[in-house]
C-alpha cells in the first residue's frame, strides 16, 4: 500500500451545481470545493428563509487522488452549524442524483464523531474514485439572523 494524504482527499460539487430541484448529477472534477471560502457550499440564508423557514439541499462528492485504495471511509459532521435556527445533516448518494430524483427522499444523519452510529459508512474509495454525499439545510421558522454560518463534513478511513 502506497503512503495516503490527506492532501489528496478532495471534494468537489456536481456537474449541476445551481440550486434547485435539478442540481446533481455526477462529479465535476474542474469544480473542486474550496475550503474556507463564504458560500462554497449553500447561498447565505436570506431573510424570508430566515423568517418562514426553508430546506435545501446540496450535493458534494469526496474523491481519493491517492495513489492507494482508501478503506472503509465513515463520514460525519465534525461541526454542525452554530446558528440556534439551523442545523445540517448528510446521506449517502448516488452519482447520478438530482435534488428530484434523490435527495428528497433520502433519510438525513446528523452523527457528530467517526464512531457514532449514524456516521455514513462509505465504503472502500479507489484510486481515482469517489462517493456522493447529499447535505441537508434545515432553517426553522422565525429564527433570529446568523453572520458566518459553517459545518464541516469530515471523513476518514475507519
Known sequence: MGVILESNIKYYHPLVDEEGATHGG??????EITDGVDENIFDNITNS?????????RKVFMRNENSSVLPSV?????????????????????????VTSEAT????????TK????ALQLGDVGVDGYVAIW???TI????????????????EMS
Not at 49 to 57: D, K, L, P, T
Not at 74 to 98: D, E, R
Not at 105 to 112: A, V
Open 49 to 57: 428563509e430566515r423568517v418562514n423557514g426553508a430546506i435545501s439541499y
Open 74 to 98: 465513515v463520514g460525519w459532521l465534525s461541526a454542525n452549524s452554530p446558528a440556534a435556527n439551523c442545523t445540517y445533516a448528510i446521506a449517502i448518494g448516488t452519482n447520478a442524483g438530482t
Open 135 to 137: 447535505i441537508r439545510e
Open 26 to 31: 455526477d462529479i465535476d472534477i474542474t469544480n
Open 105 to 112: 427522499s433520502l433519510s438525513y444523519y446528523t452523527p457528530s
Open 140 to 155: 426553522s421558522a422565525a429564527g433570529d439572523g446568523y453572520v458566518d454560518n459553517t459545518f464541516t463534513l469530515a471523513t
Open 115 to 118: 464512531d457514532d452510529v449514524d
